[in-house]
């Protein structure tokens, strides 16, 4: 024998048997690790290193047991046996299932396939020179330029990424193994120069020898990325270009992330490792496909807590708020894929005890149950009991100085959809560069302000919903005004109201009673008022435009409120320019009769205020007709607007409302490649697009042009925006720096 080491040879081989009977012949990883665990325990070994090899010569004989009793067949002796069954079954994990939620998470294509190549091995395990580890150039966590990794010594790498054995911080190789750190810090930056990139390497030391098994582009947080790619651009690695290229906008969102509030009160039952920053609440679940059951339709917001995770969880993780694994480390399995996901994951936590067969954990004397609430800290590692109260997250540097090359970068301008001067706020801290839409409604369902739309809503004759208008007028002015004075002179588009009314009215009967006697009508009246505006397809409905058209009051109001905020602000030398948006037209005239009476509302508010102010009226295009007809819609309108939410609802028929029923049959059958309220539908609704501004711009020469539906905020379907000629998109607050990214990323791809 080579090594003439006994112990070495059997602890090789079985290993061997446990992962072959593991990944070819499907055998449960926990039956070997139950029978090493009792191995250990026999002969009184701390850690697998401790075994002798008598211990593994025994334990070689039960595994192939183990082997033939649930894998099925005799563990072959043959060599080329075993190469060709462990050939076949890399083959066929392609299309095992969690390879496939791999790829429809990661959208990679079925059709690509995968390969095998077969090498010879080195040992980390042949004594007290041997060791294995993984290491990183960069910290993957942080993106702080330091050397990052961990290593064991006397084991292979299975140890390390399996998370079964706690494994020592690199900075301990530089003490314990000097030369070998040298050589490895110098081969990783040799690397990570050659890929200009951080690398993530496999590493072996056989007897004192160094080999390089493997390196790859680390996978990192959002932070790291950001802080990474703005570090390399420094050191003169890669372009700014190359640097906004490099980050996934989708990432993004990580960073945008709640933290724990520090002046929260909060109960910390356990401590782990920080494998994955950020915060996170939820109910405990305890297996991967509970987690998936009670998020369905963002039922819950669940932790899932594992003893250690493994790829069949994939699907579990990517459901919950966040990971807790009672073992492993910063390199095992939870670690790396919640820290890919951007999960809040908390690793190694030895203080808890997973009883999953009972539906708990304890810490301590502590005992949480199944669906107890906990908050997890990804950052520090703790583990608190309850649900802890979140901050918004804080922006870094390098963060701000991306995001500015990209504003360097992009043609495509940043709005936000926000209603309130908080909302307008929040998306101005984010960059946004305007508001794209004010969803006046919203604005509707205030404590104070709904009994008065409701009056509105009931009111017998014209004169009676004036009066109750002119009450509203105060509210809807002081909304505008804070607005306007948040926003500081940036364009606010400014929608007037656009759902159904019975959206405003009670439905259930406990509900009218309360509202009639609040109201003073009688509740027959209510009643009868509430069924004559029930509707079988409302968002087919009387909605939209067509409210202010069947009644022109709400529009008077509205625009007046509008008006009067503009006057006043001008007065304060703010220069505020409104444009006012009329939902769901799909014909011109519904256009022409809604732009005449905001005009002469303005003509008449100005004369009061003795001003003149520049205004715009312009149209949501969210009705196909409306994209089709937008040459003659354009004749009147001064701006367009697409509303892709209802676009979406109309050109594929679907329902915004009840796609939830078939989309995921819709998705597994592959007759959609994605959510079209998520992606774009380029092809349908893109098309109509595409109809809409060419229409629009001939008729108008350089009609100004946005999207604020959904899509705005989306990094593919901002993408179609920029090669379709629109001139902003408008998303929620917190997706700017997302759509921010995404614009940039557009222009560099279509130079
Ligand atoms: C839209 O339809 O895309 C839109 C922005 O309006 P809403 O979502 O309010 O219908
Ligand atoms: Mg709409």
């Known amino acids: 024998m080579k090594t003439e080491n006994p112990r070495f040879a059997y602890d090789a081989y079985r290993r061997f048997i446990q992962m072959f009977g593991d990944v070819v012949l499907n055998v449960e990883r926990k039956r070997f690790e139950e029978a090493l665990g009792k191995k250990k325990a026999a002969f009184g070994a701390k850690t697998d290193a401790d075994l002798p090899a008598d211990a593994l010569k025994e334990l070689v004989a039960e595994y192939k047991a183990i082997t033939k009793q649930h894998g099925g067949i005799d563990f072959p002796d043959d060599p080329k046996e075993q190469l060709r069954l462990a050939v076949n079954a890399v083959f066929s994990s392609w299309n095992n299932e969690r390879a496939k939620v791999y790829r429809r998470l990661n959208s990679i294509p079925d059709s690509l396939g995968t390969g095998v190549s077969v090498q010879s091995m080195v040992f980390g395990n042949m004594g007290a020179t041997s060791l294995t580890g993984v290491c990183f150039t960069r910290d993957p966590g942080t993106g702080e330029n330091v050397f990052y990794g961990e290593y064991l010594v006397n084991a292979q790498g299975e140890d390390v990424v399996a998370g079964t054995r706690t494994p020592k911080p690199i900075a301990e190789l530089k003490k314990e193994f000097p030369t070998i750190y040298e050589q490895l810090h110098r081969v990783g930056l040799r690397l990570q120069t050659y890929f200009k990139d951080v690398q993530d390497m496999e590493f072996t030391v056989e007897e004192g020898t160094l080999y390089m098994l493997q390196t790859r582009t680390g996978k990192r947080t959002a932070r790291a990325a950001v802080t990474i790619a703005t570090d390399v651009v420094r050191e003169g690695l890669i372009t700014k270009e190359a640097a906004l290229l490099r980050i996934d906008p989708g990432q993004l969102d990580q960073l945008l ?38 998020t369905e339709e963002g039922a819950e917001r669940v932790i899932l807590v594992r003893e250690e995770t493994s790829p069949e969880d994939i699907e579990g993780m990517a459901a919950a708020q966040g990971i807790l694994t009672a073992r492993g480390g910063m390199t095992s399995h939870a670690a790396v894929v919640g820290r890919g996901m951007g999960k809040c994951c908390v690793v190694g936590c030895n203080d808890i005890t997973v009883r999953e067969e009972e539906r708990h954990f304890t810490a ?34 390098s963060f701000k100085q991306l995001l500015a090359w990209a504003d360097q970068t992009r043609r495509l301008r940043v709005r936000a959809n926000a209603d309130t001067p908080q909302d307008a706020r929040v998306a101005r801290d984010f960059g946004a560069e305007g508001i794209g839409l004010c969803r006046t409604e919203h604005m509707f369902f205030g404590e104070e302000r709904l009994p008065v739309v409701r009056e509105m809503i009931l009111a017998k004759d014209v004169t009676a919903r004036k009066a109750a208008l002119a009450k509203l007028l105060p509210f809807q002015r002081q909304d505008f005004i804070g607005i306007f004075e948040v926003m500081e002179g940036l364009p606010v588009t400014i929608r007037l109201l656009d759902p159904p009314l019975h959206e405003f009215l009670p439905n259930t009967p406990e509900e009218q009673e309360r509202v009639s006697k609040q109201l003073g009508i009688e509740l027959r009246t209510l009643r009868e008022t509430v069924n004559s505006l029930h509707e079988i397809n409302p968002m087919l409905g009387h909605r939209g435009c067509r409210l202010g058209i069947t009644y022109p009051e709400i529009n008077e109001m509205q625009a007046q409120a509008i008006f009067e905020a503009a006057c006043e602000l001008w007065r304060d030398h703010v220069k505020v320019v409104p444009e006012v948006m009329i939902p769901l037209v799909g014909h011109p005239q519904e256009f022409r009769l809604a732009k005449e009476t905001i005009d002469a509302v303005a003509k008449r508010t100005m004369a009061r205020y003795k001003l003149t102010l520049r205004y715009l009226v312009g149209t949501m295009i969210e009705v196909p007709r409306a994209a089709v007809v937008a040459d003659r819609i354009a004749e009147d309108a001064e701006f367009f607007s697409f509303g892709t939410n209802d676009l979406t609802q109309m050109t594929f028929g679907f329902s915004r409302d009840d796609i939830g029923k078939f989309l995921p049959h819709y998705l597994k059958a592959n007759v959609l490649p994605a959510d079209p309220f998520v992606k774009l539908d380029q092809d349908g609704v893109g098309a109509l697009i595409r109809i809409g501004i060419q229409k629009g711009r001939a008729t108008r020469k350089g009609l100004k042009v946005g999207i604020c539906g959904e899509h705005g905020g989306e990094p593919s379907s901002i993408e179609f925006c920029h090669r379709a000629g629109l001139d902003y998109v408008s998303c929620s607050p917190y997706r700017v720096p997302v759509a921010r990214l995404a614009a940039a990323q557009a222009a560099l791809r279509n130079k």
């Open 257 to 294: 992330h709640p933290t724990i509030d520090p002046k929260a009160k909060s109960r910390v039952i356990a401590r782990g490792l920080p494998a994955s920053p950020g915060a996170a609440v939820g109910k405990v679940v305890f297996n991967a496909r509970r987690a998936v059951a009670l």
């Open 364 to 397: 301590g004397d502590v005992i949480v149950k199944e669906l107890d609430p906990i908050t997890l800290n990804g950052t520090s590692g703790e583990v608190m009991l309850g649900e802890v109260a979140l901050i918004k997250p804080q922006l870094t540097r």
